[in-house]
């Protein structure tokens, strides 16, 4: 496992980021913990064993960024392509615009049933570290906001929990790949990097 937060050691005068930055480690720990030992990990039965947890970039409470929120009443059919080669259909659903370094971007949101609560905010994305530090077909974030989302509405995208989707450590699962509307022209050091077993 491989995660810079280790070398930045948190101390008690950070508060609220302090805190964020231990509740991430630990949840990044269960995640591995899941990974390394459940049967429905999408780990190789063979690698497994030797699974020693996925790669991250350090926490970064920075990426922990208000977006404003744009509600579509009337959402719009976004069909995406899959790793398998097929395609899935989602609705776009609303539209989140923020700020990164100085440069203002969006990224919209996206569910395959509009009217159902229960059914989190999905949120595909590349960025400039895509195929590089990350993974080649994207990487996801899932947003559970409180109560019905109103244009203008705040909302925290968090990109600590940008994770890589299962296609990646296994031809088994099919995932959705961002459509080019997610592709974010800047690079977006926070969540999951790219993971390959050991050789």
């Keep these: 496992m491989s995660d810079d937060a280790d070398e930045r050691p948190v101390s ?19 995640k591995d913990e899941f990974f390394g030992t459940h049967p429905q990990s999408p780990v190789p039965p063979e690698h497994r064993d030797d699974f020693d947890g996925l790669d991250y970039f350090a926490p970064a409470p920075e990426y922990r960024i208000e977006a404003t929120a744009t509600v579509h009443d009337d959402p719009e059919p976004v069909p995406m392509e899959t790793t398998a080669g097929e395609e899935v259909r989602y609705v776009r659903v609303v539209t989140f615009a923020f700020d990164v370094d100085g ?22 994305f590349r960025d400039k570290t895509t195929g590089q530090e990350t993974y080649r077909g994207g ?8 109560g019905d989302l109103g244009d203008g509405d705040e909302v925290v995208v968090d990109f600590n929990l940008a994770y890589t989707p299962f296609c990646a450590f296994s031809e088994t ?14 690079a977006v050091r926070a969540g999951e990097r790219d993971w390959s077993p050991e050789a």
């Design 103 to 124: 440069e203002t971007h969006e990224l919209h949101g996206y569910k395959q049933r509009p009217d159902d609560r229960e059914e989190p905010i999905f949120v595909p």
């Design 173 to 186: 699962f099919s995932c959705p790949l961002p459509p080019e509307e997610n592709w974010l022209e800047t």
């Design 12 to 30: 008690d005068s950070e508060g609220a980021d302090g805190e964020y930055v231990e509740t991430l480690r630990a949840n990044r720990e269960e």
């Design 139 to 146: 990487r996801y974030i899932e947003l559970h906001p409180e």
